[in-house]
T-cell receptor
Framework: AQSVTQPDIHITVSEGASLELRCNYSYGATPYLFWYVQSPGQGLQLLLKYFSGDTLVQGIKGFEAEFKRSQSSFNLRKPSVHWSDAAEYFC????????????FGQGTELSVKP | DSGVTQTPKHLITATGQRVTLRCSPRSGDLSVYWYQQSLDQGLQFLIQ???????AKGNILERFSAQQFPDLHSELNLSSLELGDSALYFCASSVVLGGPETQYFGPGTRLLVL
């Protein structure tokens, strides 16, 4: 069965520091992969996605993620975190043969220290 | 703003009652998805419609049902409500059935069952 694991429930980083949020997936074929961000009381905003091709994808707000097939990972990175990046981040996988439904990880809550 | 609208934004009701949540997809999107976000279960896929037809079902309770109308808006009906149904319900839309397609999420309807 497909699954997505975000090992870190909560991460705190200092403003200006680099960030890496981990995501591991379990799926038998090449999945579609997404990162969404949810600010308090808000909906889900797409940060970036991977469908195929270049394994390093760029997203909005200065985020990037790298698909590593050998490690079944799709980690999200940002070189310098801003206070406004504090939010909850969700990794999701879509199945190529199961319609378009997304399987989400449990989320990682990011706090930013001034 | 994703272009997906959901009404109402908040809903407070009592156990045993029935409510209807409404979703209007982005212009041109034919596929609608419903997700439930709760503290204990996280973000879970409920059901998907494509151009008026049900296409995929996830962990949707029998007390819940949905439909997609000819104008492509969708409604999620929740009946015989229980305390555990309190959650944030998201609607998402995409252009076509299956992938790779990006799902755009609405702001959600927060349901509180007392």
């Amino acid at each position: 069965a497909q699954s997505v694991t975000q090992p870190d429930i909560h991460i705190t980083v200092s403003e200006g520091a680099s960030l890496e949020l981990r995501c591991n997936y379990s799926y038998g074929a090449t999945p579609y992969l997404f990162w969404y961000v949810q600010s308090p009381g808000q909906g889900l905003q797409l940060l970036l996605k991977y469908f195929s091709g270049d394994t390093l994808v760029q997203g909005i707000k200065g985020f990037e993620a790298e698909f590593k097939r050998s490690q079944s990972s799709f980690n999200l990175r940002k070189p310098s975190v801003h206070w406004s990046d504090a939010a909850e981040y969700f990794c999701a996988v879509g199945a190529r043969n199961q319609g378009g439904k997304l399987i989400f990880g449990q989320g990682t809550e990011l706090s930013v220290k001034p | 703003d994703s272009g997906v609208t959901q009404t109402p934004k908040h809903l407070i009701t009592a156990t045993g009652q029935r409510v209807t949540l409404r979703c209007s997809p982005r212009s041109g999107d034919l596929s609608v998805y419903w997700y439930q976000q709760s503290l204990d279960q996280g973000l879970q896929f409920l059901i998907q419609y494509y151009n008026g037809e049900e296409r995929a079902k996830g962990n949707i309770l029998e007390r819940f049902s949905a439909q997609q109308f000819p104008d492509l808006h969708s409604e999620l009906n929740l009946s015989s409500l229980e305390l555990g149904d309190s959650a944030l319900y998201f609607c998402a839309s995409s252009v076509v059935l299956g992938g790779p397609e990006t799902q755009y999420f609405g702001p959600g309807t927060r349901l509180l069952v007392l």
